[in-house]
């Protein structure tokens, strides 16, 4: 998959970015954000649910710290890592049956925690640009 720079000057065109990275998602795949806060790593996963056929209302799981989504054509699960305080938090919440799962992970503030992630996983960090365009790279 190879998305390379989503340039956003709207809440939109975040969620339109993330439409096109779920359209090189399948079962398994595993897609961890990170950036400031405010940087758009919610809009760019409801981009993301919305481009693997959900229709459900998109939140952040920041204090659920994961919302599951069922109605697209594979199962979301989408983790908030930023009131994790250790990675046995992160156990205590089925991380890695979650991986197992036949569906898509979506984590904000993946860079918490990065070792728990697999090599497979697609890594994108947002940032703010100087005119408030927000910016998604693949790492």
Not at 43 to 52: A, D, R, T
Not at 103 to 131: C, M, R, S
């Amino acid at each position: 998959m190879s998305v390379e720079v989503v340039s956003a000057s709207s809440e939109l065109e975040m969620i339109e970015g993330g439409i096109k990275i779920a359209a090189a998602l399948g079962s398994g795949g595993i897609v961890a954000l990170s950036g400031q806060l405010g940087a758009g790593k919610t809009h760019l996963s409801k981009g993301i649910v919305s481009g693997l056929g959900a229709g459900d209302e998109v939140t952040s799981p920041t204090f659920s710290l994961v919302q599951e989504y069922h109605s697209g054509r594979v199962p979301v699960f989408h983790f908030d890592f930023y009131r994790l305080e250790s990675v046995n938090e992160l156990d205590a919440l089925g991380w890695d049956e979650y991986l197992e799962e036949e569906g898509v992970v979506i984590v904000e503030w993946a860079d918490k925690f990065p070792e728990v992630f697999p090599n497979e996983t697609k890594w994108f960090d947002l940032t703010i640009a100087e005119n408030g365009d927000h910016l998604v790279t693949q790492r």
